[in-house]
């Protein structure tokens, strides 16, 4: 306990000196996120629906993270709109195609290790597979939706007389720049957590047609092709999102005068 608290304090004073009073926000926006999912995993676990308990909490983490960041303006709005729509795009085509796919459940490589747990707890854990992918999800798509539309934001106060199909258009190149970088961070970030797991798998001699057969290994290649759907949905729909926010007063005005 005492090294994460150090660890918490390193990192406090690390995004205070670098980043500032926006450093000091974003740490508190990481400590109200982490109490959020703390609490909808209370609530799942007291039998609460996993995907809306889930889409409520994503909503929320994403409300919090542009607005106490950023602030409330175009920009934010036109993210968080994103955000959500993706999301609920997201879960619908992961649980659809999950569900068929029967990925829920642990595996053989997982019984040693809930040998003494009892398995009677009432939870759909084809549910929770899809709660896992929107949550390891969530942060890529927030940072690219706000990175895209603030990018925009700039080219429309630079040049307010751009059409919305040349803002639009200059969104997806602005996503195109993002989309390799933020999908092999997602990539890594699964591996990461997956590396203990391949080590088991070469000490028990496992044939790779064996490693592509468990069912572990298909949920984590479940969840990295869900969530690089969802990193390549977020371009056009906060593109498309952002340019018709951004333009619509100036629309709006210039449709009086005519």
Same mark, same amino acid.
């Given at each position: ?6 660890? +918490? ?9 670098? /980043? ?9 926006? +990481? ?39 950023? /602030? ?59 709660? !896992? ?63 203990? +797991? ?24 479940? !969840? ?35």
């Amino acid at each position: 306990m005492n090294i994460i608290l150090i660890l +918490l304090i390193i990192l406090f004073i690390l995004m205070i000196v670098v /980043g500032g009073e926006r450093g000091s926000k974003s740490f508190f926006t +990481l400590c109200f996120n982490f109490i959020t999912l703390f609490i909808m995993l209370v609530l799942i676990a007291y039998k609460f629906d996993p995907i809306k308990i889930t889409i409520f909490s994503c909503i929320l983490i994403s409300s919090i993270t542009l607005f106490h960041i950023n /602030g409330f303006n175009k920009k934010t709005i036109s993210a968080l709109i994103s955000v959500t729509i993706v999301v609920l795009l997201t879960i619908l085509l992961s649980y659809n195609i999950g569900t068929k796919a029967q990925i829920q459940g642990f595996s053989s490589e997982q019984l040693e290790g809930i040998a003494y747990l009892t398995l009677y707890i009432q939870i759909n854990f084809s549910k929770v597979v899809m709660c !896992q992918v929107l949550v390891g999800l969530l942060g890529a798509i927030i940072d690219v939706s706000i990175s895209i539309s603030s990018s925009m934001n700039e080219i429309y106060k630079n040049d307010s007389s751009i059409t919305e199909r040349n803002l639009f258009n200059s969104g997806i190149n602005i996503g195109k720049d993002i989309l390799g970088t933020m999908t092999n961070t997602l990539l890594f970030a699964y591996i990461g957590g997956f590396m203990t +797991l391949i080590i088991y798998f070469n000490e028990r001699r496992y044939s790779i047609a064996d490693i592509i057969n468990t069912k572990i290994f298909c949920s984590q290649i479940f !969840q990295i092709l869900c969530s690089g759907i969802g990193i390549i949905l977020i371009i056009p729909v906060t593109s498309f999102i952002t340019s018709k926010i951004l333009l619509f007063k100036s629309q709006t005005t210039k449709q009086q005068v005519d």
